[in-house]
């Protein structure tokens, strides 16, 4: 698999990562979407990759190919379960770190779904989450009129309304404003590796256009960005730097911004369930038949 | 003890041949009905409704009923053509009965050929729902039952054509006021009382739908149990329509279990009678259960309709969708009260619960009383319920264009009645539930031709 | 760390209220007779009416039976064994705070009220209760002046008799209840509020109930009442320290509002839940009741975390046209308690509104009842009631249940009910923690969101108290 040739400094190397549905009862709606099998099946099953800083990777890969899978687990989510490989985040372990020890760490996982929280105010939940993640790094808490004045700045760069501060987190928002309300959640705690799983879905094309402008706002030389996509639209707004093709479980295949265009007219057919050198093949011989 | 349970103590003649473990299981319902006495207010799944009327009068057994009014109650519409058993004052009567027809292994049949002919399919069920130790109408039904109808579904039947089980009642007319010591002095003229049993065991996978009806004349008391045993993947549509007349007192409980992924649509229509008590009890008894209990009740001059729903979630994974829906005129009242029960451990429980009432009259009376009882944290549970008048808003639109205003409330009620006949599945059902509710409203016959 | 080990780990939270203080108190021998409610309102220098009142009040208690409807369970009180009269030992009457024992000050500030601070920060004149004989009032002057009188309820006895005997009674009859007629014949103090015609309170009316001394039953009794058109809002917190053997607390509070007046009455509770394994606690049986006349408003809001059984339904009788009745409760029980609480609305007057609005959370092995009846009575012609009862259950041992009872006898009426429960969903947790909250912060973050609609009600300084608390109680059960 061609690498990106940053070894001795990747933000994330993620090397033989296996992981399954944690076992037991779950309410979690998450884990079983996509994933189109029942609890204890092996979902993520080798997976390799790696991300330097100031780069950003997009993974595309049909429905339940486990790239949200993998982005859940990159996060510390303990519905699924880790079966083996490792992930190396910043030189360090990541996967014994608990998901708020993550996030004190500058992980930020950008939802699919972005979750309601009835009765908690927008501004109100970031606040709390910002000063946790100054508490666990040392750092003093920002008091709240310095904190307003950094959220106003940020709701700009994704041109939410101030008045969605005040609001319930997420409750009653469109799909278009729970996705902005994401970037900008990211755009205030300023995270080092930024993981955005599906930002693009349910967005209408000014929508889209937004949350794009505000990813690429978010672009630093010392950021990681992770981008997982179905589709190709979002990667006409922010260009990656790599693409990634996961089936099964597994990254079949890895290239440039082209692959995205060769996604796009293929489709994802000839992925599924295919070895990644069969499915290479495959994915040739269809180019070639156009 | 007051009349009604002395005169139902008294009534105890258990039928000579009868298998003994049945006769005894009469004898110990007696005692237990005996040391139970009628339910008073203070009762509280009783609260609202008094037996006050009902414990002053003396019961007698049921008389032979007289085929030809039997016949002239069945003309009336509420009872289905197609296999039907009709039982009159709570025994068969063949000639009014249809059977025939039916898939292999289908049984309709009285209890009392189903005791003889397969004891081995109705003793491991009957009573083991419906237990008398703890409800005083159950332990009378249980003592003093002469007949009523049984159902098998076999494994895997499929059969779309309603099964029917329908109650006649004729009984003397009511005595005029007079004290209650004349009445006693005149055996006559007593109430007479009718205990109608049922049972009704779908085995795995059957699929089917039984209905029970009934229909009466005169002063009496109904008293019927109808127990139901969905197997796994059982699927059974019970639907009780109960339009009996205005001197009778109606109560009856249904006792329902499912086993896993077994679903139940459990309908009851109460439109007659002068006191109705609808029971539901209900038990997910295996994961992925359905119920789906739907009541509708009309209640006019001065009777009470009460509905009441018990169900208890044992496991998980089972579903309760209940919508109970009152239509109160008159000085008449209404009540529901309905519980439903999560037990320990029964997760991923999913149980709604709807009830409204509508006040037709400035005296009606409307007592609501849903209830969750939760002790499994990983649930969807809720009720809502309203109760109010016609909506002012829509009578005046409909009479800003034209629709005078009797017809316009008969619409609005119609409306708000049809709903719940919706929820039946079978077609026949539907088109007579829709009838006999039409038949209650002023310009119910014009609306039914609009429709 | 999965749910449940959460879970387990936060129910180990201890009672911060828990501690004792010394101080010499004035008691009379255990039990109750006729003998000991004359000792009661001997003591007290009552008029003969008072006394006359307690020993109808105890007459009638002989023939009533305790209630076992509630769905809560407690062992049988023996009623001969409760202490019905304790009072600190006073040598004179105090003429300022600085001559309150210093011992009892320093508990009060252990409980987090510093009262000299809240009395010049807050504008909260504050009628401390410390266990039954009310030993500090302030800002009494000041309130004189407007010819509000708030004081404590011996004194408005003492001073206010005639106001008293009108209206003593007058909601929460001497033969209401098993528990509110043993109040009536042995209650040892309270307060006592009224606010002339027109008249509004300038501020927040405050009193702290503590219990304290061993097997003391407190039975307080609060009367507050709003001539027309006056306006007042009212404040009771409650804790109590850390003892073992149950403590029976029986208190009534009867509101009088006046044709156009507003009470608005709220309430956190934080009284000892008794240990996790449900050894201890306080029962807390009360009985709140206000009736509203023409125009008037009657408001509870309250927060109820505390006790280890919890029986009180805070009811409105909306007896005049166009009053309002509103009732907001946050209901928590971790660990064994139980809690069995709601309202009553009855609508009498035509066009009365009612508004119910109830949060429960249940956590632990607590169960939690909302128990409610909205009753629209004749001719109550254009009434309405909204109610909303949602629970929240964290853990499965614990338990929710929702009982309305819903009576209406008037057509035009129109009663409107929805209930949910629900619990925390991993997904909401897992949303927290990814942006760096720890489990702990956002599951008291979103207890606190589930009741926000009520907590929204509280005047600002109880507010920030609530929240702290409802987190605090919720230590050592989440997950």
Same mark, same amino acid.
């Given at each position: 698999?061609?690498k990106?040739?940053?070894r001795?400094?990747a933000?994330?190397?993620?090397?033989?990562?296996?992981?399954?549905i944690?076992a037991?009862p779950?309410?979690?709606?998450?884990p079983?979407?996509?994933? @189109?099998?029942?609890?204890?099946?092996e979902?993520?099953?080798?997976v390799?990759l790696?991300?330097?800083?100031?780069?950003?990777?997009?993974i595309?890969g049909?429905?339940?190919?486990?790239?949200s899978?993998l982005?859940g687990?990159?996060?510390?989510?303990?519905?699924?379960e880790?079966?083996?490989?490792?992930?190396?985040?910043?030189?360090?372990?990541?996967?014994?770190?608990v998901p708020?020890?993550r996030?004190?760490?500058?992980?930020?996982?950008?939802?699919?779904?972005?979750?309601e929280?009835?009765?908690?105010?927008?501004?109100?939940?970031?606040?709390?989450a910002?000063?946790a993640?100054?508490?666990?790094?040392?750092?003093?808490?920002?008091? =709240?009129?310095d904190?307003?004045?950094? =959220?106003k700045?940020?709701?700009r760069?994704?041109e939410l309304?101030?008045?969605? *501060?005040?609001?319930?987190l997420n409750?009653?928002?469109?799909g278009?404003?729970k996705?902005?309300?994401e970037?900008?959640?990211m755009?205030?705690?300023?995270?080092?590796?930024?993981?955005l799983?599906e930002i693009?879905?349910?967005?209408d094309i000014d929508?889209?256009r937004i949350v794009?402008k505000?990813?690429?706002?978010?672009?630093? #030389?010392?950021?990681?960005?992770?981008?997982?996509?179905?589709?190709?639209?979002?990667?006409?707004?922010?260009?990656?730097?790599?693409?990634?093709?996961m089936?099964?479980g597994r990254?079949?295949?890895s /290239? @440039?911004?082209?692959?995205?265009?060769? &996604?796009?007219r293929?489709g994802?057919?000839?992925?599924?369930?295919?070895p990644?050198?069969?499915?290479? =093949?495959?994915a040739?011989a269809g /180019?070639?038949?156009? | 003890?007051?009349?009604?349970?002395?005169?139902?103590?008294?009534a105890?003649?258990?039928?000579?041949?009868e298998?003994?473990?049945?006769?005894?299981?009469?004898?110990?319902a007696?005692a237990?009905?005996e040391?139970l006495?009628?339910?008073?207010?203070?009762?509280?799944?009783?609260?609202?409704?008094s037996?006050?009327? &009902?414990g002053a009068?003396p019961f007698?057994?049921?008389?032979?009923?007289?085929?030809?009014?039997?016949?002239?109650?069945?003309?009336r519409g509420a009872a %289905?053509?197609?296999?039907?058993?009709v039982?009159v004052?709570?025994?068969?009567?063949?000639?009014?009965?249809?059977?025939?027809?039916?898939?292999?292994?289908?049984?309709?049949?009285?209890?009392a050929?189903?005791l003889?002919?397969?004891?081995?399919?109705?003793?491991?069920?009957?009573?083991?729902l419906?237990?008398?130790?703890a409800h005083?109408?159950?332990?009378?039904?249980a003592?003093?039952?002469?007949?009523?109808?049984?159902?098998?579904?076999?494994?895997?039947a499929?059969?779309?054509?309603?099964?029917?089980?329908?109650?006649?009642?004729d009984? %003397?007319p009511?005595?005029?006021?007079?004290?209650?010591?004349?009445i006693?002095?005149q055996?006559?003229?007593?109430?007479?009382?009718?205990h109608?049993?049922?049972?009704?065991?779908?085995?795995?996978?059957?699929r089917?739908i039984?209905?029970?009806?009934?229909?009466g004349? *005169?002063?009496?008391?109904t008293?019927?149990?109808?127990?139901?045993?969905?197997?796994d @993947?059982?699927k059974v549509e019970?639907?009780?329509l109960?339009?009996?007349g205005?001197d009778?007192f109606?109560v009856?409980?249904?006792?329902a279990?499912q086993?896993a992924?077994?679903?139940?649509?459990?309908h009851?229509?109460?439109?007659g009678?002068?006191?109705?008590?609808?029971e539901?009890?209900?038990?997910?008894?295996?994961?992925?259960g359905?119920?789906?209990a739907?009541?509708?009740?009309m209640?006019?001059?001065a009777?009470?309709?009460?509905?009441f729903?018990?169900?208890e979630?044992a496991?998980?994974?089972?579903t309760t969708a209940?919508?109970?829906?009152?239509i109160?005129?008159g000085?008449?009242r209404?009540?529901?009260s309905?519980r439903?029960?999560v037990?320990?451990g029964?997760?991923k429980?999913?149980?709604?619960q709807?009830?409204s009432s509508l006040?037709l009259?400035?005296?009606a009376?409307?007592?609501?009383?849903p209830?969750?009882?939760i002790?499994?944290d990983?649930?969807?549970c809720?009720?809502?319920?309203?109760? /109010?008048?016609?909506?002012?808003a829509s009578?005046?639109?409909?009479r800003?264009?034209g629709v005078?205003e009797a017809?316009?409330k008969?619409?609005l009620?119609?409306a708000f009645?049809?709903?719940?006949v919706?929820?039946?599945?079978?077609?026949?059902l539907?088109?007579?539930?829709?009838?006999?509710?039409?038949?209650? &409203?002023?310009?119910?016959?014009?609306?039914?031709e609009a429709? | 760390m999965?749910t449940a080990e959460q879970?387990k780990?936060l129910?180990?939270q201890?009672?911060?209220?828990g501690?004792v203080t010394?101080?010499?108190?004035?008691?009379i021998?255990?039990g109750?007779?006729?003998?000991?409610?004359r000792?009661?309102?001997?003591?007290?220098?009552e008029?003969?009416?008072?006394?006359e009142?307690?020993?109808k009040?105890?007459?009638?208690w002989?023939?009533m039976?305790?209630?076992?409807?509630?769905?809560?369970?407690y062992?049988?009180?023996d009623y001969?064994?409760?202490?019905?009269?304790?009072? %600190?030992?006073?040598?004179?009457?105090?003429g300022?705070?600085?001559?309150?024992?210093?011992?009892?000050?320093?508990a009060f500030?252990?409980?987090?009220i510093?009262?000299?601070?809240?009395?010049?920060?807050?504008?909260?004149?504050v009628? =401390?209760?410390?266990?039954?004989?009310?030993?500090a009032?302030t800002?009494k002057k000041?309130?004189?002046?407007l010819?509000?009188v708030?004081?404590s309820?011996?004194?408005a006895?003492?001073?206010?008799?005639?106001?008293v005997?009108?209206?003593l009674?007058?909601?929460?009859?001497?033969?209401d209840?098993?528990?509110?007629t043993?109040?009536?014949?042995?209650?040892s103090?309270?307060?006592?509020?009224y606010v002339?015609?027109?008249?509004r309170?300038?501020?927040?009316?405050?009193?702290?109930?503590?219990?304290?001394?061993?097997?003391?039953?407190?039975?307080e009794?609060t009367?507050?009442?709003a001539d027309?058109?006056?306006?007042v809002s009212?404040?009771?917190?409650?804790?109590a320290?850390?003892?073992?053997?149950?403590?029976?607390?029986a208190?009534?509070?009867?509101?009088?509002?006046?044709d /156009?007046?507003?009470?608005k009455?709220?309430?956190?509770?934080?009284?000892?839940?008794?240990d996790a394994?449900g050894?201890?606690g306080?029962?807390n049986?009360?009985t709140?009741?206000?009736k509203?006349m023409?125009?008037s408003k009657l408001?509870w809001?309250?927060?109820?975390?505390?006790?280890?059984?919890?029986w009180?339904?805070?009811?409105?009788?909306l007896q005049?046209?166009?009053?309002?009745?509103?009732?907001?409760?946050v209901?928590?029980t971790?660990?064994?308690q139980?809690a069995?609480? @709601?309202t009553?609305?009855i609508?009498?007057?035509?066009n009365?509104r009612s508004?119910?609005?109830s949060?429960?959370i249940s956590?632990?092995?607590?169960q939690?009842?909302y128990?409610?009846?909205?009753?629209?009575?004749?001719?109550?012609t254009?009434?309405?009631n909204?109610?909303?009862?949602?629970?929240?259950?964290?853990?499965?041992?614990c338990?929710?249940?929702?009982?309305?009872?819903?009576?209406v006898?008037? #057509?035009?009426?129109?009663?409107e009910?929805?209930a949910t429960?629900s619990?925390?969903?991993?997904?909401?947790?897992?949303?927290?923690?990814?942006?760096?909250?720890p489990e702990e912060d956002?599951?008291?973050m979103?207890?606190?969101g589930?009741?926000k609609q009520?907590?929204?009600?509280?005047p600002m300084?109880?507010?920030?108290?609530?929240?702290?608390l409802?987190g605090?109680?919720?230590?050592?059960s989440?997950?």
């Amino acid at each position: 698999m061609a690498k990106s040739g940053c070894r001795e400094n990747a933000l994330l190397r993620v090397e033989g990562l296996r992981a399954r549905i944690a076992a037991g009862p779950r309410t979690s709606s998450a884990p079983r979407s996509g994933a @189109g099998e029942g609890d204890g099946a092996e979902i993520l099953k080798g997976v390799d990759l790696e991300l330097c800083p100031g780069e950003i990777h997009a993974i595309m890969g049909p429905n339940g190919s486990g790239k949200s899978t993998l982005a859940g687990v990159l996060a510390g989510r303990d519905a699924y379960e880790v079966t083996g490989g490792t992930v190396t985040y910043a030189g360090k372990d990541l996967l014994g770190l608990v998901p708020e020890a993550r996030a004190a760490a500058g992980v930020f996982l950008g939802f699919q779904y972005p979750v309601e929280i009835p009765g908690v105010g927008n501004l109100y939940f970031l606040r709390t989450a910002l000063n946790a993640i100054r508490r666990a790094r040392g750092e003093e808490d920002l008091d =709240a009129m310095d904190f307003l004045s950094l =959220a106003k700045e940020k709701m700009r760069l994704v041109e939410l309304d101030p008045a969605f *501060g005040s609001r319930s987190l997420n409750e009653g928002f469109s799909g278009g404003e729970k996705k902005r309300n994401e970037v900008f959640q990211m755009a205030v705690l300023e995270p080092r590796l930024a993981i955005l799983d599906e930002i693009d879905s349910g967005l209408d094309i000014d929508a889209l256009r937004i949350v794009a402008k505000g990813v690429n706002a978010l672009r630093r #030389p010392d950021r990681g960005i992770l981008l997982v996509t179905h589709y190709k639209r979002l990667l006409e707004y922010v260009e990656p730097d790599r693409v990634h093709v996961m089936a099964g479980g597994r990254i079949v295949r890895s /290239g @440039g911004p082209e692959l995205a265009e060769e &996604l796009e007219r293929t489709g994802y057919a000839w992925v599924a369930g295919m070895p990644p050198e069969a499915a290479a =093949a495959a994915a040739a011989a269809g /180019g070639a038949r156009r | 003890m007051n009349a009604a349970e002395t005169s139902l103590v008294a009534a105890f003649a258990p039928p000579a041949r009868e298998p003994a473990w049945l006769g005894e299981a009469r004898r110990s319902a007696l005692a237990r009905f005996e040391a139970l006495g009628l339910p008073t207010a203070r009762h509280e799944d009783w609260r609202f409704t008094s037996l006050a009327a &009902l414990g002053a009068l003396p019961f007698a057994r049921a008389p032979a009923g007289d085929p030809a009014v039997a016949s002239a109650l069945l003309a009336r519409g509420a009872a %289905p053509e197609g296999p039907r058993l009709v039982f009159v004052n709570g025994r068969l009567a063949p000639e009014l009965s249809t059977r025939g027809g039916l898939p292999q292994g289908v049984i309709l049949s009285s209890l009392a050929e189903a005791l003889r002919e397969v004891p081995e399919k109705v003793r491991p069920h009957l009573g083991r729902l419906a237990r008398p130790e703890a409800h005083a109408f159950t332990a009378a039904n249980a003592a003093l039952f002469e007949d009523g109808g049984f159902v098998l579904l076999p494994r895997g039947a499929a059969i779309d054509a309603p099964l029917a089980l329908v109650f006649v009642t004729d009984a %003397p007319p009511p005595a005029p006021l007079r004290g209650a010591e004349e009445i006693r002095g005149q055996a006559a003229a007593a109430p007479a009382a009718v205990h109608p049993r049922t049972l009704v065991v779908a085995e795995e996978g059957a699929r089917g739908i039984v209905e029970e009806v009934f229909v009466g004349r *005169g002063a009496s008391l109904t008293n019927a149990v109808t127990e139901l045993v969905l197997a796994d @993947g059982a699927k059974v549509e019970h639907v009780r329509l109960q339009v009996e007349g205005p001197d009778t007192f109606h109560v009856g409980a249904v006792h329902a279990e499912q086993g896993a992924e077994a679903t139940l649509g459990a309908h009851a229509f109460s439109l007659g009678a002068r006191l109705s008590r609808s029971e539901l009890w209900s038990r997910l008894a295996g994961e992925g259960g359905e119920v789906r209990a739907n009541g509708l009740y009309m209640a006019d001059g001065a009777r009470i309709s009460d509905h009441f729903t018990w169900v208890e979630h044992a496991v998980p994974r089972c579903t309760t969708a209940q919508t109970f829906k009152g239509i109160l005129d008159g000085t008449a009242r209404g009540v529901f009260s309905g519980r439903i029960r999560v037990l320990p451990g029964a997760q991923k429980t999913v149980a709604h619960q709807l009830s409204s009432s509508l006040l037709l009259s400035d005296d009606a009376i409307a007592d609501t009383k849903p209830q969750l009882e939760i002790f499994a944290d990983d649930v969807k549970c809720g009720h809502g319920g309203t109760v /109010g008048q016609l909506d002012e808003a829509s009578l005046f639109y409909l009479r800003s264009r034209g629709v005078p205003e009797a017809d316009a409330k008969s619409l609005l009620i119609w409306a708000f009645a049809s709903e719940m006949v919706g929820l039946v599945g079978a077609p026949a059902l539907r088109a007579r539930a829709k009838n006999l509710i039409a038949a209650r &409203l002023p310009a119910g016959a014009r609306i039914l031709e609009a429709a | 760390m999965s749910t449940a080990e959460q879970l387990k780990d936060l129910t180990e939270q201890k009672y911060r209220y828990g501690f004792v203080t010394e101080i010499e108190e004035d008691r009379i021998p255990k039990g109750l007779s006729e003998e000991i409610i004359r000792v009661i309102s001997e003591k007290k220098g009552e008029p003969s009416f008072m006394l006359e009142w307690r020993l109808k009040a105890y007459r009638h208690w002989l023939t009533m039976q305790e209630p076992t409807w509630a769905n809560v369970r407690y062992p049988k009180i023996d009623y001969q064994e409760v202490v019905y009269y304790s009072a %600190p030992k006073q040598k004179r009457a105090l003429g300022s705070m600085e001559e309150v024992d210093p011992e009892l000050r320093k508990a009060f500030g252990k409980l987090g009220i510093p009262l000299e601070e809240q009395m010049r920060l807050a504008g909260v004149a504050v009628d =401390a209760v410390f266990d039954s004989v009310s030993v500090a009032t302030t800002y009494k002057k000041k309130l004189a002046d407007l010819g509000i009188v708030f004081c404590s309820f011996s004194e408005a006895v003492r001073e206010h008799p005639a106001l008293v005997e009108k209206w003593l009674g007058s909601v929460v009859p001497y033969t209401d209840n098993f528990f509110a007629t043993l109040n009536s014949a042995v209650f040892s103090d309270g307060s006592f509020v009224y606010v002339p015609k027109g008249v509004r309170c300038p501020m927040e009316l405050s009193t702290y109930f503590r219990i304290n001394a061993k097997d003391t039953g407190q039975f307080e009794r609060t009367l507050i009442v709003a001539d027309e058109d006056a306006y007042v809002s009212y404040l009771e917190g409650c804790t109590a320290p850390q003892r073992d053997e149950n403590q029976l607390h029986a208190a009534v509070v009867e509101l009088v509002a006046l044709d /156009g007046a507003q009470i608005k009455y709220s309430t956190v509770q934080n009284w000892y839940p008794g240990d996790a394994e449900g050894k201890g606690g306080i029962y807390n049986f009360v009985t709140k009741r206000g009736k509203a006349m023409a125009r008037s408003k009657l408001s509870w809001t309250q927060v109820e975390t505390g006790s280890a059984i919890t029986w009180k339904y805070p009811s409105c009788i909306l007896q005049g046209d166009d009053s309002v009745g509103e009732f907001y409760s946050v209901a928590l029980t971790n660990h064994r308690q139980q809690a069995d609480t @709601g309202t009553k609305m009855i609508h009498i007057g035509k066009n009365t509104r009612s508004t119910i609005i109830s949060k429960g959370i249940s956590a632990g092995r607590g169960q939690n009842t909302y128990r409610g009846l909205v009753k629209m009575m004749k001719g109550a012609t254009g009434a309405r009631n909204y109610s909303q009862c949602d629970s929240l259950l964290i853990g499965d041992r614990c338990g929710a249940h929702t009982f309305p009872y819903i009576e209406v006898r008037n #057509p035009t009426a129109k009663v409107e009910h929805e209930a949910t429960t629900s619990k925390i969903s991993e997904d909401q947790l897992f949303y927290c923690k990814q942006r760096g909250i720890p489990e702990e912060d956002a599951v008291s973050m979103i207890v606190n969101g589930f009741a926000k609609q009520v907590l929204k009600e509280l005047p600002m300084e109880f507010a920030v108290e609530a929240q702290k608390l409802l987190g605090m109680s919720l230590e050592g059960s989440v997950g």
